[in-house]
């Protein structure tokens, strides 16, 4: 059994301002059990980093809508993994096109998961890689 539940740190990087399914994601992770924080719309990467490490984050989420996730999660990732030494997952959702999947894991993006990804699909996932690292 698990000791501390797992602190996931869900956020809306860039100008996008659609947050349902991060909303929705969010809700169905807590229910699953988990510890979430969610930051809400229109960050920048710099703040979602610094929250991340306030939090004592296990896994950070970005969602992103706008198209420009080839840039904003990257960078996000950078500045988490410049301010600690901390095996943090890095799961992105949204309207991410198939094409920058692999991108996006070069980038550090452990998963992704578009539109209609079932609750129990995210959160199997999140349990199984940062469960692990408890």
Excluded: W
């Excluded at 501390?4 to 996008?16: F, M, N, Q, T, Y």
């Excluded at 970005?62 to 988490?80: D, N, Q, W």
């Amino acid at each position: 059994m698990q000791s501390k539940k797992i602190r996931v740190l869900i956020a809306k990087p860039g100008l996008d301002g659609h947050d349902r399914g991060a909303k929705v994601v969010a809700q169905g992770l807590r229910d699953a059990g988990m510890e979430v924080i969610y930051l809400g719309l229109r960050l920048t990467p710099e703040q979602i980093a610094e929250a991340a490490i306030q939090e004592d984050a296990d896994v950070v989420g970005l969602s992103c809508l706008s198209g420009a996730h080839l840039t904003l999660f990257p960078r996000t990732i950078k500045l988490v993994k410049e301010k600690t030494d901390k095996d943090i997952l890095f799961i992105g959702g949204g309207i991410i096109p198939e094409r920058d999947v692999a991108r996006l894991k070069e980038a550090g993006v452990d998963q992704t998961f578009g539109p209609g990804t079932p609750l129990p699909e995210i959160s199997k996932f999140i349990v199984a890689k940062a469960g692990s690292k408890k």
